[in-house]
């Protein structure tokens, strides 16, 4: 039986279904990786995977379900990942196997060329996924998992070229939707982004001929990595002998980086286009507070993705920022066995009421997003019952109305708040005296455009907020999935 069990207030989060770290040029790769997946947690808590390589010893992996503290800081371990190449995923449920993780779905994947062999790790979603595993069972393959990623592989086997940079650049070629790849043989690593961008990856510097490549550059920052710059979109970059090269397989688009980065996934100690997140995201709240002015006494983040955005609304609006809510640092986003009676006690597991604060106070929460809304209706209780006077809730994103298929695991429409309800209902379900979102414009101005939203032309894949999906999910349309009709 897996240890780990969902937590049932998090699944009124969107959830970033993983994280990928490459370190190549260093003795004891493996241990640079292990720091950097640590540093990747947020991206992926459900399992996590190594794979290095060492002159002597060949390819050598290890997959294991949880948190990465629990099981790639043991000496045992990691001496049997040895050598100066590895790379390295933690995950989320991919698609197809949601919630059901087994060890085989764990990343990264390998396979064994003739030109020898190769392993991969990919952030992101392959659109077309289920129509490829079909044509490729149908011609012979053998699939070993549930992930969308092992096409990738597969793709690869049946490639002509007469090496592995060209033959990922044949397989990604044929697939659609977000991918950012980290790949190595047995000398080189390797970093792909899709076309459009829309999951990150940036590459980074150590001593001598060490190279990293990351998610974030929070991952970076923990082995004292320094930062050199982002893989741009559509961009293939092989690393070997302490030199990169650069090339650009596919064809030119434009940026369509995922916005809801900016907003939650990354970490705020992360650099993105330039930009720190956490400035952005207190710009978000300096925006909301220009867009949705209330009188209130204190403005409270929803700890802890709502800090930066509550700091920015405070300072625009003059009202005082305080811990209304303090968050149990300890729990995490999972814990062992939980009976029913302690899945009753809800989010107060997580959260807990600054009593003598809130008493008497007209309070506005601020978090980042609402989902199905439950969540957000447990916490008006704890504010209500520790006596505030009035609630408002205040949210650093825009209603989010439509699923994502590029990475990132959110409910079907049906069960998103917003896709049922207008922010004046949702306001009346949840029961609170008021709700506002931030506008996309809004949003866009908060990320650095000062124009807001091109509408003719996103500058971000915005697909949840605006259902305008920059690459059509043709897996999803073939089962039913109505995109919404252009504007």
């Known amino acids: 039986m897996r240890p780990f069990l969902s937590h ?7 959830k970033e279904e993983c994280g990928v770290f490459g370190v190549v040029g260093v003795a004891d790769a493996a241990n640079f990786v292990a720091l950097g997946l640590h540093a990747l947690q947020h991206r992926g808590q459900e399992a996590g995977g190594i794979v290095s390589h060492h002159p002597d010893e060949g390819f050598n992996s290890a997959r294991r379900f949880g948190y990465v503290r629990d099981n790639f800081t043991k000496a045992s371990l990691m001496e049997t990942l040895p050598g100066a190449l590895a790379i390295g995923h933690v995950r989320y449920s991919t698609a197809g196997s949601k919630g059901h993780t087994q060890i085989r ?19 992101g979603n392959i659109t077309n996924a289920t129509s490829l595993r079909r044509d490729l069972i149908e011609r012979g393959a053998i699939f070993q998992s549930s992930s969308d990623s092992e096409c990738i592989i597969h793709l690869m086997a049946r ?10 650049k044949d397989a990604l070629r044929a697939v659609e939707g977000a991918f950012s790849v980290i790949a190595m043989t047995r000398t080189k690593l390797i970093g792909v982004r899709d076309p459009l961008g829309v999951r990150p990856l940036v590459l980074g510097k150590l001593a001598d001929d060490g190279y990293v490549l990351s998610s974030e550059t929070c991952g970076l920052d923990i082995i004292g990595a320094e930062f050199l710059r982002e893989i741009d979109p559509g961009e293939m970059v092989v690393i070997s002998g302490g030199k990169v ?6 064809g030119q688009a434009k940026s369509r980086f995922c ?25 978000i709240g300096v925006e909301l507070a220009r867009e949705a002015p209330v009188e209130a006494d204190l403005v409270c983040p929803v700890p802890d993705s709502g800090t930066p955005a509550a700091i920015g609304y405070s300072q625009e609006s003059g009202i005082p920022y305080a811990m209304g809510i303090i968050r149990n640092q300890y729990m995490g986003r999972t814990f062992i066995e939980p009976t029913e009676q302690i899945r009753n006690m809800g989010v107060r597991l997580k959260l807990n009421v600054n009593r003598a604060l809130i ?12 989902v199905r809304g439950t969540t957000s209706i447990k916490i008006r209780e704890m504010i209500l019952d520790a006596g505030a006077a009035e609630v408002h809730f205040r949210i650093a994103s825009p209603p989010t109305a439509w699923p994502c298929f590029y990475g990132v695991d959110t409910p079907e429409r049906s069960k998103l708040l917003a896709a049922t309800m207008s ?20 949003l866009y101005r908060a990320v650095g455009e000062s124009k807001g939203r091109d509408a003719k032309s996103p500058q971000y894949c915005d697909a949840c907020f605006s259902g305008q999906y920059p690459v059509a999910p043709s897996d999803q349309i073939a089962k039913g999935f109505e995109m919404k009709a252009a504007e």
Not at 113 to 119: D, E, I, L, N, R
Request: hydrophobic share 35%; with cysteine; net charge negative.
């Open 423 to 442: 922010e004046d209902e949702m306001r009346d379900w949840m029961g609170v005296d008021s709700l506002k979102f931030i506008s996309l414009d809004g």
């Open 159 to 168: 490639s002509i070229q007469k090496n592995i940079p060209e033959r990922m």
């Open 245 to 250: 090269e650069s090339t650009r397989p596919f």
């Open 259 to 283: 916005i809801f980065e900016h907003v939650y996934f990354s970490r705020p100690d992360s650099i993105l286009g330039g930009r720190s997140v956490y400035e952005t995201r207190r710009q």
């Open 359 to 370: 008493k008497g106070k007209r309070v506005i929460l601020v978090d980042d997003s609402v």
């Open 105 to 123: 779905d764990v990343q990264p994947f390998f396979g064994e060329f003739s030109m020898g062999g190769c392993a991969i790790a990919h952030n």
């Open 8 to 14: 049932p207030f998090d699944d009124d989060k969107l």
